[in-house]
């Protein structure tokens, strides 16, 4: 029930109506008897975001596209990982001190650890904001990694950070790996029957994942289960990003069962 001293938390975004977010973190409090609510704010500008969370003394928010980046100037502390990235997804209000965190980063690696990282060669298509997060976990486990980017300034950039290898798009399909990750919007709505990774480059000893998950099997993770790959879908990173972000606000671990059963059923 809501209540005077139901406590807030939130994502800020633009767009954000399609956020899963509200769904799978309000199910969560319920679950663990938490009086809370988690709501979605469409707002124009981290400022203003962050004033916000002042100002009604919010406990905690989530942050997506395009303010994972300039959200960080407006907090009171970040934490080295997600300054090494460059991007905050979460802020914790710890009495007042608003800390930001990244839990892409973590989340990235979460599903793939049990296939093995540390000495394994990990081709992460695409130089964007999700790759840095999975570039930066992916090192953190030891893992060789290859960036490829149709940007090849970006893509080089970024190789650079995590001394990793840059390989040019047009020569994708001669990269062996044996992990590959799309980190790139291709394959997502409305433009589902993109592919990011060239089908005939994919072998049945793979591990592919793909961090899009509307739709949740990807032209990519088709492909990659015609080939006998091991396929990993985008719902896995979102929910360990959410579910780290829920240990952050709460010390409580919730039930991802639950998250990826509601989600499921809205995609
Ligand atoms: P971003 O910073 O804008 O980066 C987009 C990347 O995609 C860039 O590398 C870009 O290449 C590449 N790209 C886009 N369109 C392309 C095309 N037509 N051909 C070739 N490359 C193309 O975006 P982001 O924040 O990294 O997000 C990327 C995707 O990850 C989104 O679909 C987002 O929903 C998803 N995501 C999922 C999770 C999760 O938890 N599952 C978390 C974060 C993000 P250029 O450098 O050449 O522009």
Redo the contacts with the bound molecule.
Sequence with gaps: MIDAATRLYCVFGNPVRHSKGPLIHNAAFKNKGINAVYLAFEVQDAAGAVQAVRTLDIQGASVT?PFKESIMKHLDWIDPTARAIGAVNTIVNENGILKGYNT?CQ?AVAPLVPFGVSGKTVCIV??????RAVAHGVAAQNGNIIIT???EQ?GKALAETVNARFIPANEMANIQADVVIN????G?VPKENGISFPPEALTSDMVVMD???TPLRTRLLDAAEQKGCTTID?LS??IA?ATAQFELWTDMTPDTDLMRNIISGTI
Aim: proline share 0%; aromatic share 8%.
């Design positions: 596209i892409d989340a695409g130089a964007g904001g999700a790759a980017n149709r940007t970006k980190t790139t919007s291709i997502m961090v899009v998950y985008g990173m979102f990003q």
